[in-house]
């Protein structure tokens, strides 16, 4: 759960919840090319604000206390802390069954900055992802490939369906 509370995903997320981008100073080129929308700044940004509640107060728990509101919804956690990460499972699936990791190709990178990406297991495609990133791409086709996976083991008795 850290590791997702932490991940640049969630980061950039709660940076757009805060409406953090409209407060950050970039350069003419990172500007045109939408800079403002790049979860790598965004969640450098928000990392930069924690740190600067922190040092304004000095204080762990005042520090807490206003990242907690952040963090939080009326509900509880917000959602987006609970998504799965595909990578992870397909990756501990394919060591305890067959003791390897997936491999992730780049199939296509398209110039309006989208990634095709297949994902393979002992050199065979499994899925096909797409996404604005590399990282995202990759993620969706992990996503698919254990969707896929997930339903064929359930047809049959070992789990091994690759």
Excluded: H
Excluded at 38 to 48: T, V, W
């Amino acid at each position: 759960m850290k590791a997702k509370w932490a991940s640049e995903e969630c980061l950039a997320y709660l940076a757009r919840k805060i409406g953090l981008e409209q407060f950050i100073e970039l350069g003419r080129g990172e500007e045109r090319s939408g800079g403002r929308e790049k979860d790598s700044i965004l969640s450098s940004a928000f990392e930069a604000l924690a740190g600067a509640i922190f040092v304004d107060s000095l204080s762990y728990e005042r520090t807490r206390e206003v990242l907690s509101e952040i963090f939080c919804n009326e509900e509880g956690v917000e959602f987006a802390f609970l998504s799965v990460n595909y990578k992870g499972l397909l990756q501990r699936w394919c060591l305890q069954y067959f003791s390897c990791l997936p491999e992730y190709e780049i199939v296509t990178a398209g110039d309006n900055s989208s990634y095709q990406v297949v994902v393979k297991i002992q050199g065979r495609v499994v899925a096909r992802g797409e996404g604005k990133s590399k990282k995202r791409a990759e993620q969706e086709a992990a996503r698919r490939a254990w969707e896929r996976i997930m339903g064929e083991s359930r047809s049959s008795r070992d789990g091994q369906c690759i």
